[in-house]
Every structure is written in C-alpha cells, then in structure tokens.
C-alpha cells in the first residue's frame, strides 16, 4: 500500500484510512436526513470529516458535512435521566433508545420546542412496553 511505502506516521495513517473510509461510502450522503447524517460521520473523527469535505466536489454534499460540523453533532434532547425517573421510566437501555428519538426529532425538525419535546416524550412513554415502568408506577 502506498502509505506504508510513504512511511507516514500511524496517527496520520489512521486519519487517510478513515477519510478514505469516509470517500467510500460517499453515497451514502444523498437525500438523508440531518439525524441520518450525524448517526453516519459521528463514529468519524472531526479531521477525517474535514479531509472528506475537501474532497467532495458536490455542493450539496458540502453543505450536509458542515451543518454536521457546525451544528447537528451539538444537538441533544433537553430531557434527561431525572425527567425519566420522575415519570416512572426504569433506567436501563431504554433511556439511550428515548434520548435518540428526540434528538433525532430536533435534528428533523420535527420538533422545536422543549414543550413539543416533552409532548413527544409522552408519546414515546405511552408507546413504550409495560415492562420499561417503574413497579411502582404501573
């Protein structure tokens, strides 16, 4: 491979790999949505991200990568582990599987609002499986 031919250095190596990587499953990043592009770069480191930037030659590409840059990967329900308890939600697995929903709602636009948040919070409690309630509460 030519890299090791270049001798570069491991840490430098990994990053031209993932980039490469990155280059590879470029079409992957066409009509997605903004919580499809954060769950696709986010295992990326940001340096490897950028290179894939500089290589992709489509505007609209582009664009995916640096709102993901600038602003999607900052993206986060405003719900936490103690809103869940109070309304009777067990902690376990479930939580990462609740907080992704309503990051993914925000990152959609499906939600703007911390009350629309919690709205949906309800929902997602009322649709969850008996078993992910507090005893207590059920």
């Known amino acids: 491979r030519i890299i090791h031919r270049l001798r570069c250095p491991a840490d430098l190596e990994k990053l031209l790999l993932e980039t490469n990587s990155l280059w590879q499953k470029r079409t992957g990043i066409i009509n997605i949505k903004p ?14 991200i950028f290179g894939f930037y500089l290589l992709v030659p489509e505007k609209s590409k582009k664009e995916l990568i640096l ?24 902690p376990g697995p479930i939580y990462r599987q609740i907080f992704m929903e309503l990051k993914n709602a925000r990152l959609d636009g499906d939600i703007s609002s911390d009350d629309e948040e919690l709205n949906l919070l309800d929902e997602i409690i009322a649709s969850l499986p008996d078993h992910s309630m507090d005893a207590t509460e059920s």
């Open 35 to 48: 919580s499809e592009v954060v769950e696709f770069l986010n295992s990326y480191k940001l340096i490897s």
């Open 67 to 90: 709102n993901y840059a600038e602003k999607w990967r900052f993206v986060s329900s405003k719900v936490d582990g103690k809103e869940l308890i109070k309304r009777g939600i067990s």
